[in-house]
């Protein structure tokens, strides 16, 4: 018995020692946050790696969220005696080309960065929630004087402020999103409102420009244009407003096939491959009928009591959406997209998975019956399927999921669609 004791305490403490494979040097390819689990849902952050930065691979594992078979692996690796995971794809066996140098340091020599978001507040203080001075634009230069000391995490990345200067305005800007590497040399110049009048052509520059029905943010969304979109002005409001940003006016447009609405800053002279994001209000449109009358939030989006197992504690990943006309109510796609995944299960049910343009993701899960198949490309407010009650519910529901980045994390879809009751 004592024997075997000592022969288990070998082994064990010899497989803890030496590695059963090999282990590999890699460069990563991407910014990353290296996890400390192989899951999605993992917010546990290690430290950031960044192109060019080396680490060894100490095992694979298969990444069972990932619906794109290129993402099949996340590699465990070792960077600076820190240990966690990156996605396989994000590593390479060759030094990267062009690797930005920007890094972590909290005072630096003034250097030159370009901006990489679409647009960037600059705020009076290095945090996410301070005041708004001014905003920045993709490819403008900014001078950066100073970085923060710590690292703050937003849309997924983990990084420093920076204090940047622009046209004499000082102020900080999450440096996530700037690079030291001019990405595009396209000049780009916002239009002035003066250059929108009634029957100049224009194109459209955001990736996903919400048409509405009047000329407000709140106007309903009677189309979606793509970016590049050809379009013929046919009436402006006279009022300057700032949005987004921008300063400009509200422009009623015509591309032929549909008419209404949209923020002149959202229109170019010229067709461009620089997308703006239309984020004014909510980027995503109502999944059931969006008459305020026919539906309502049965569960909202965060902690609560499952109504299932009655477990306390456990996490709501979407909201709860139930029509009165119950079982058989139309599903709408909330954006245009693809369908990337449909299942049935015992949780989601019968399950449908959209990828939208805008990097995002939306579930909708409990179908009766679906209506769209695997790879189908859809545009917003197709049906895509019926209201059920198959996998783990209760009764007749939708219920809506916002996803964002590889590890598709969990989003409160009440950012990203207008709720009955709430925005009506
Ligand atoms: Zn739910």
Redesign the pocket.
Known sequence: MKFLYTFLLIIISYSSISPSEPTETLYVNKEYTLKALPFEENTDLITVVYPGDQVEVIQLEENLAATNPNHAYLAKVRFNQKIGYIPYHFLQAKLPKNIPKIRKRAYVEPKKYYVTASSLYVREEPYRYSGILTSIYRDDEVTVSQFSDTDDYIDGKSAKWAYVEKDSIGGWVFSGYLTDIRESTEVYTPETPDSLTVGKSKFTIASNLHVRDEPSKFGTVVSIMPHGNPVKIIDTTNTIESMNGFQSKWVKIDDGDSKGWVFGAFLYDTKISKKLNDSLDKPFLYPLSPDPGDSRIT?PFGPRVD?VTKKKGTV?????LYPYARFGSPIYAAGDGVVIHQSSNTSFGNLTVVQHDNGLVTYY??QQKFLVKQNEAIRAGDKIGEVGSTGK?TGP?L???VRTGMWKQYLDPGHYIPLPGVDE
């Open positions: 569960s109504p709501h990943t979407g909201i709860d899960a409990h519910s529901h219920h809506f999921e």
